[in-house]
């Protein structure tokens, strides 16, 4: 993997002669994980350097996600973002819109969840009334948990804290919180190599049509200016999931590398990547977005009056890359 500081190209010596590398910066949306294996798995076994690329992978552990990803794209400060679609949709909703769209989704189904303990007995979203709710703060998010209260018959009536972002999870497990949202993949595959039970709330068992999370999007200039590129990063970025998905336990091994101490002490790796590997998608249906999907979600929050502008949903992605 290159770690460029921020030019266009970076140029490299072989017995061949000289190539010229397509510098690319991604943020990432969390602390590498299993949502995020094939970058990882492109990059180290060369699927990038292939294409005449030379990815920079940015954590957000890098500023303590004081720069959200979709913020740092907005910036110019990385060339892609991995982000949930809520991110895509406030770009483009902004005073003066930020041209920017979807062009892959990391996974095909929504495997995000919103979570309890057990032990809370906080076991249907109506009980969160009154409870504590930890929120990562991104947009639309506290009216999407207090609608799914509502829609379960409570009164959406959350004591709604912002936690540091990459602490939020130990304010559940230790208590001092009620209620986070967490993949599946991940924070789920923790609680259950910790023994940890859980009470799961997926946002389509409360009549929310949620969309594609995560995914990665660029601005819309540069998907027309650097399509040639985009292309090769994400035929190589697709090889990389593809080969996640046939070898788990070699794409672990190299996932490992880049996983925080304290995630690696705590989670299966292994039972991680063999839970995401279906929702990548396979063939010609890796990475793929649905207008459907999109509209559907779209339709809801407007129709919830969380955003005045009803988007149409090809105004926020494009299969062209793929």
Known sequence: MGFNSGADTVVHENFEGTVVMKTLKIALDWTPNTNHTGFFVASTLGFYREQNLDI??????????????????????VDLAVVPTESLMSLRLKPQPIAVKAIFTLLREDTSTVVTLKSSGIDRPRKLDGQIYASFGARYEDRIIRQMVINDGGLGALRVEYPSKLGIWETILAGTAHATWIFKAWEGIEAKTQG???????????????????????????????????????????????????????????????????????????????????????????????????????????????????????????????
């Open 196 to 322: 940890v039970e859980l009470n799961d709330f997926d946002l389509k068992d409360y009549a929310i049509p949620y969309g594609y999370s995560p995914l990665v999007m660029a601005k819309t200039d540069d998907i027309l200016s650097q399509g040639a590129h985009l292309k090769k990063f994400v035929a190589a970025t697709r090889q990389g999931y593809m080969f996640a998905q046939q070898h788990p336990e070699k794409a672990v091994e190299i996932l490992t590398e880049h996983v925080p101490v304290r995630d690696l002490e705590r989670i299966d790796l292994l039972e991680s990547q063999r839970y995401i590997n279906p929702f990548y998608g396979v063939g010609e249906d890796w990475g793929r977005m649905d207008a459907v999907v999109f509209q559907k979600f779209i339709d809801w929050l407007f129709e919830h009056c969380v955003i005045e502008h009803r988007l149409m949903a090809p105004e926020i992605f494009t299969n062209v890359l793929l």
């Open 56 to 77: 920079e992978i940015v954590s957000p552990a890098s500023d303590d996600y004081r720069v959200t990803p979709s913020k740092k794209l907005e910036l110019g400060l």
